[in-house]
């Protein structure tokens, strides 16, 4: 139960920080 929880905050956590980037990308025009 532990390792499931620990994979669901993994693929959220990626999730989150590849939003960020898309969105880094678009407002940073010299990306």
């Known amino acids: ?3 499931t ?3 669901t905050f ?3 956590h990626a999730r989150r ?3 960020s980037r898309q ?3 678009e407002n940073d ?3």
Do not use: V
């Open 17 to 19: 920080m590849r939003k």
């Open 5 to 7: 929880i620990q994979d």
């Open 23 to 25: 969105r880094h990308k």
């Open 10 to 12: 993994l693929i959220g």
């Open 29 to 31: 025009p010299e990306a």
């Open 1 to 3: 139960m532990k390792s």
